[in-house]
């Protein structure tokens, strides 16, 4: 089985940036697409960003554009999350997720697609 871990989560003063890490482990890890999701306190899990595994299509979440920016190595299967700008309203946990299917572009904004999922790392951002 796949698993994923998350690291890198800490506390960051607002305006500040950060990058948290997801490293895939398996030896059938080949997924599709890599996904960020993140649950503020009082909040639902909602979709932050996702990459293509293979090719440079990525997908964000329209609050998220301009301010985080997602990117893999897939030498070391691993994908990376930055967050610039931070601030409180981005205090949450921030899971990643790997979808192992090759569903239709618009899926991948939705926990559905994903099968297996990190375990997450907590962001706090101080005011």
């Known amino acids: 089985q796949v698993q994923l871990v998350e690291s890198g989560g800490t506390l960051v003063q607002a305006g500040g940036s950060l990058s948290v890490s997801c490293v895939g482990s398996g030896l059938t890890f080949r997924p599709y697409v890599m996904g960020w999701f993140r649950q503020a306190p009082g909040k639902e899990r909602e979709f932050v960003a996702a990459?293509?595994?293979?090719?440079?299509?990525?997908y964000y979440a329209d609050s998220m554009k301009g301010r985080f920016t997602i990117f893999r190595d897939t030498a070391k299967n691993t994908v990376y999350l930055q967050m610039n700008s931070l601030k409180p309203e981005d205090t949450a946990v921030y899971y990643c997720a790997a979808a192992l299917i090759a569903y239709s572009a618009p899926s991948y904004y939705t926990e559905a697609a994903y099968r297996y999922w990190g375990q997450g790392t907590q962001v706090t951002v101080s005011s």
């Open positions: 990459i293509r595994w293979s090719g440079s299509s990525t």
